[in-house]
């Protein structure tokens, strides 16, 4: 946040910007070595210190905890404090653990100024209060205990391996607060006894996701609006711009997050086309950038304060930006610096998340208008790596099936690029060709074998003596002979299986299907191309496995691009 005092104002003005571009480790060597600590840990954000202690250890930073404000100590813990919606009482232990260490004397002062709901159900959560009797002999106890000095009170603190460290912070915060805050030690002490740990949680998390909108985590239902759909065919309408002059204080991360070739093509083209921008539409869009990436945290539900969920957030949502620059400037550098100067960023992802969509919406509606296309049975024929394009573009926000590119990676990811995007609607589009060429032919399902993919089905096809109702059942072992020592004379070539009369009369037909079906897939352009690649590419699959085939050993081979009967 915006700090008034003129001292922190110049710092984040002028020292701040080249703070944010050093490496952790110089970060914190800057502060601590540096003059005026207390000056310039205030001036930097909250968000950015942390993570700039996290990745260089906070245990050997103990200066800078020492000259933390309490807000900035209490939005650590809103940042780092909770798993969700809940309290993350062993983080909380560690740091209240680090600020003692520094100064026993400022913690106390830093916990002091947290929200009361905060400290009392703490307390209330991991301690236990006995009222004392007058004259009652106190008994040793294995876990940290303190009595109030006007004996009213014996305060037992946890001891449990997971929040031990919390137990022996909190002992030492009553202790000292007793020594210097007596009345208030005492209404906080009956403040544990009779409060609820319910009203006390609910309160502590609406004053934490209050800090953390100003801080620019959206609540969840505002944060939803980046995934909304616009139309990436649609011309942005220009923006005009005005300056902000606490951008610098209120920014988390600078792109300097991203590090040296992290994410993709979305990201090198953004990265190119950002260094075209002048100073002030930078920082705008590293402003904009910050927003977009605390969004996603927030409804990926990732941990806030975790260094490698930030950069993961920043990958991913400038690399869907990336992927709308390359889109609308048909990947020209020049036309994407000028795009980052008339539109938001928030604008721009919903157009590089909305290729995605599209995709997805294109196959939903195949579905719903051909259910038979993929009804369980039919989905199970997909041959790899159609199988995970479908898959990944199901899922609900669609995702790309890294097996496209890479044939052993099974894993689907967010689009990286443009030409994931490319590849994925060409694999999309051969699904649905494949799918309704299929309808051609009559599969006998209880005697079909598992494992046969789409593929397969149109090899045996092929290579089946001519039916004029298209039925495809296992070949005969006969005909595997035959073909495997056409293929053994000519195995350098596919000419032996093209020229034989019965694939020939094949082809015929397969060609009268494909005219067939172009009414039921009017946009496809490339119909044609993609039907002869298939039946080739097919041909081409048969005489690969039937030209290294022994007829010797044939009954016990399993043939994977056929369906044989053995």
């Not at 004397?105 to 301690?127: M, P, S, W, Y």
């Not at 607060?177 to 208030?184: D, G, I, N, S, V």
């Not at 579905?367 to 296309?373: A, G, V």
């Not at 590119?405 to 494949?434: C, H, Q, W, Y």
Request: glycine content about 6%; overall charge negative; proline content about 5%.
């Amino acid at each position: 946040m915006f700090d008034d005092d003129p001292k922190t104002f110049a710092l984040q003005k002028e020292w701040l910007p080249n703070w944010r571009q050093l490496s952790p480790k110089n970060r914190v060597e800057s502060l601590i070595q540096g003059d005026n600590l207390i000056s310039k840990v205030k001036s930097c954000p909250a968000p950015e210190l942390l993570l700039t202690l996290k990745e260089y250890g906070p245990g050997d930073a103990l200066p800078i905890l020492e000259a933390l404000p309490a807000h900035q100590v209490q939005a650590f813990l809103d940042l780092d404090g909770w798993q969700g919606v809940r309290l993350a009482p062993h983080q909380i232990g560690q740091w209240f653990e680090l600020l003692f260490e520094a100064n026993p004397r400022k913690a106390v002062k830093q916990i002091r100024g947290l929200d009361i709901e905060l400290v009392t159900l703490l307390l209330k959560l991991h301690t236990s209060i006995v009222p004392l009797e007058e004259d009652t002999q106190i008994p040793k106890f294995d876990q940290p205990s303190y009595v109030t000095p006007d004996r009213r009170y014996l305060v037992l603190f946890s001891n449990h391996t997971f929040t031990e460290k919390l137990g022996r912070a909190l002992k030492g915060y009553i202790q000292s607060l007793f020594e210097r805050e007596t009345l208030y030690a005492l209404r906080l002490i009956e403040s544990v006894r009779w409060e609820l740990p319910s009203p006390l949680e609910d309160e502590a998390l609406r004053f934490r996701n209050a800090r953390l909108q100003d801080l620019g985590y959206a609540d969840i239902e505002y944060a939803g609006e980046i995934f909304a759909f616009r139309d990436p065919d649609k011309p942005i309408a220009r923006r005009v711009f005005n300056s902000v002059h606490d951008r610098a204080a209120l920014s988390t991360f600078s792109l300097s997050w991203l590090g040296g070739g992290a994410g993709g093509e979305g990201v090198a083209f953004f990265g190119r086309s950002s260094q075209e921008l002048d100073q002030a539409t930078l920082e705008r869009c590293q402003y904009e950038a910050t927003q977009l990436a605390n969004r996603y945290l927030v409804l990926s539900g990732s941990e806030l304060a975790n260094p490698q969920s930030i950069q993961d957030a920043l990958v991913y949502t400038l690399g869907t930006v990336g992927i709308a620059l390359q889109y609308q400037t048909k990947n020209n550098i020049e036309e994407g610096a000028q795009l980052l100067r008339n539109a938001t960023l928030k604008e721009l992802f919903q157009i590089g998340h909305s290729l995605g969509i599209r995709l997805a919406s294109k196959l939903r509606q195949h579905i719903r208008h051909f259910p038979t296309h993929f009804n369980p049975a039919s989905r199970a024929r997909l041959d790899a790596p159609l199988d995970g394009v479908i898959d990944g573009l199901l899922k609900s926000h669609p995702l790309f099936y890294q097996g496209l590119v890479s044939p052993k990676d099974v894993i689907s990811r967010p689009f990286a690029g443009l030409a994931e995007i490319g590849a994925t609607a060409a694999a999309l589009n051969e699904v649905i060709f494949r799918k309704a060429l299929m309808q051609n032919f009559h599969v006998d399902q209880e005697t079909l074998s598992d494992g046969l993919t789409d593929a397969s089905l149109l090899a045996t096809w092929i290579l089946l003596p001519v039916d004029a109702k298209d039925h495809v059942a296992p070949l005969p072992i006969e005909d595997v002979h035959v073909y495997a020592q056409r293929c053994q004379q000519s195995p350098t070539s596919i000419d032996a299986l093209l020229s034989d009369e019965r694939i020939q009369q094949k082809r015929q037909r397969y060609d009268a299907m494909v005219i067939d079906i172009q009414t039921s897939l009017p946009h496809d352009q490339r119909l044609y191309e993609r039907a002869n690649t298939f039946f080739n590419q097919t041909i081409a699959a048969v005489h690969t496995e039937l030209k290294e085939l022994q007829t010797t050993d044939i009954e016990g081979k399993y043939i994977s691009s056929l369906w044989v009967s053995i």
